[in-house]
């Protein structure tokens, strides 16, 4: 009777403190808030600013870039009513609030008035903070392909066109005559020609930047004055190897590519690997003076069918008067059937300098593959430019 008393007594009490638990759990589920519920007790406050990934947060920053998240750190800044970098406002769909921290994706939109500070504002204040979104510079690469048609457009290849105005403070030019801008995203731009535009035409890319400092740069359209081989009549080319060589004209060409009014040179062929295959270009050099390599690029017009690409398994690689290097580094190029304008540094592929105007010079073609390939492109309109 004693036993069974006492383990009576035992599971009441077990029965009583399971209740008392069960109590207490329900009140402090009553009276708890998650973070982002936590009413503002004053004005925002930042005290630093870090990278989300830096969820340690070891290392504050004092500048950010466009679309990158942050993790602004603080006080009071729940019911966040506007956040702005450098006077863009933040996307406030975007962003989580707890108190004291609030994840935020700066906005992708570059402000040019550059006051460099965050302005978080609630109900209660607002808090500014030195932050600076550094503003960058625009780069203009080139175009795409120089040999475009006259009357079609051409792509300029660069970086942050997007935010730089085209169409508005900044502008694309021959001579007085501005040209009409097509689409414009962060590393291109499109620009159409007009019919009557000539071969060796200048245009010419107007910007301005944040400190409304104006810029310009100049690019030739269809850069005929210096081609190092002209019409082709005057060059040896002399091919060794299974790789197979012809002079071709543009009505060769079925993919609807730009007619570039010259021949070019049609590289195809099953290659076996490790097979060598030379082409050698060899006439005197044009009226132009090379002094110093490393200032200069050798251009080109390069045009794969589709379904071969140039890969890392089919090096073509180029060398100028014998030298002792063979130079084009790239991973795989495919121009899907049109001309794309390549341009490769100089100096690697001339270590034995180039020729002076009027003296023999050659140009040695190699392709090399790694392993058993086909090959189907086409070279033309090779010169060498200035930087």
């Known amino acids: 009777m004693i036993m069974k008393t006492s383990n009576r007594l035992l599971i009441a009490l077990c029965c009583a403190w399971a209740c008392m638990s069960c109590d207490n759990l329900v009140n402090y589920n009553d009276t708890y808030l998650p973070a982002e519920q936590i009413k503002n007790t004053g004005a925002p406050e930042i005290h630093a600013v870090y990278d989300v990934a830096d969820t340690e947060k070891t290392t504050p920053i004092t500048q950010g870039e466009l679309n990158q998240m942050v993790r602004i750190v603080g006080e009071n800044l729940n019911e966040a009513v506007s956040i702005r970098f450098n006077t863009i406002e933040v996307d406030m769909q975007e962003i989580y609030t707890m108190g004291k921290e609030a994840i935020v994706r700066i906005p992708n939109v570059l402000s040019r008035e550059q006051v460099n500070a965050i302005e978080y504002t609630t109900s209660l204040g607002t808090a500014t903070y030195d932050f600076l979104i550094p503003f960058p510079a625009l780069q203009v690469r080139g175009m795409e392909n120089e040999f475009a048609n006259a009357g079609d457009s051409i792509v300029l290849l660069g970086q942050h066109f997007d935010i730089y105005d085209f169409g508005g403070s900044s502008f694309v030019s021959i001579g007085e005559q501005q040209l009409p801008i097509g689409m414009v995203a962060e590393d291109r731009m499109s620009v159409y020609l007009p019919e009557d535009i000539a071969e060796n035409t200048a245009i010419t890319v107007h910007w301005t930047n944040e400190k409304n400092e104006a810029f310009a740069k100049d690019f030739t359209f269809r ?71 490393e200032e200069w690029v050798l251009k080109f017009e390069l045009l794969t069918a589709e379904n071969f690409p140039l890969q890392e398994i089919i090096p073509l690689q180029f060398c100028f008067n014998w030298g002792d290097t063979y130079a084009w580094e790239f991973t795989t190029v495919n121009t899907f059937g049109q001309w794309r304008t390549m341009s490769l540094p100089l100096a690697p592929m001339a270590t034995k300098g180039i020729s002076a105007a009027g003296a023999w010079q050659t140009l040695r073609l190699v392709v090399q593959p790694t392993q058993a390939c086909d090959i189907d492109c086409r070279i033309a309109n090779l010169r060498l430019e200035k930087l």
């Open 223 to 293: 850069p005929t004055r210096y081609l190092l081989y002209g019409d082709w009549s005057d060059t040896q080319v002399n091919v060794s190897g299974p790789l197979k060589v012809t002079k071709e004209s543009d009505d060769a060409i079925t993919t609807g590519a730009a007619w570039l009014n010259r021949e070019h040179l049609h590289l195809q062929g099953s290659l076996g690997a490790w097979s060598w295959n030379t082409i050698d270009l060899s006439r005197n050099m044009i009226d132009q003076t090379v002094e110093n390599p």
